[in-house]
């Protein structure tokens, strides 16, 4: 099993910043891509961002310019800098990896998801 744990939202004003972190534990032999979606109150949730293992990248058109995803192979981690925030970034944001990881049987592919952490971001 593969498990994801995020941190750092909060409540910030428009204009300010956040650094979204998540860690991601288990038997993991590889991970493929890491990254972030967010899924704002009556809307359906959205890619923000994500990096691939080779350090690509790809961002939503609304938050070029403004995000950047970063990651710790090392570490497992995932990081999403969120500057020049605005109040339509408002949303609970998700942490989502994919890759290899060694369970009973022998490696696996998995899936996994994080709890949410929650951005609000006041006018």
């Known amino acids: 099993q593969v498990q994801l744990v995020e941190s750092g939202g909060g409540l910030v004003q428009a204009g300010g910043s956040l650094r979204l972190s998540c860690a991601a534990s288990g038997s993991i032999l590889s991970i493929n891509a890491m990254g972030w979606y967010r899924q704002a109150p009556g809307k359906q949730r959205e890619l923000v961002a994500d990096?691939?293992?080779?350090?690509?990248?790809n961002y939503a058109d609304s938050v070029k310019g403004r995000f950047t995803i970063s990651r710790d192979n090392a570490k497992n981690t995932v990081y999403l800098q969120m500057n020049s925030l605005k109040p339509e970034d408002t949303a609970v944001y998700y942490c989502?990896?994919?890759?290899?990881?060694?369970?009973?049987?022998?490696?696996?592919?998995?899936?996994?998801w994080g709890q949410g952490t929650q951005v609000t971001v006041s006018s």
């Open positions: 990096i691939r293992s080779g350090s690509s990248t």
């Open positions: 989502n990896a994919g890759g290899i990881y060694y369970s009973n049987y022998g490696p696996h592919n998995f899936g996994a």
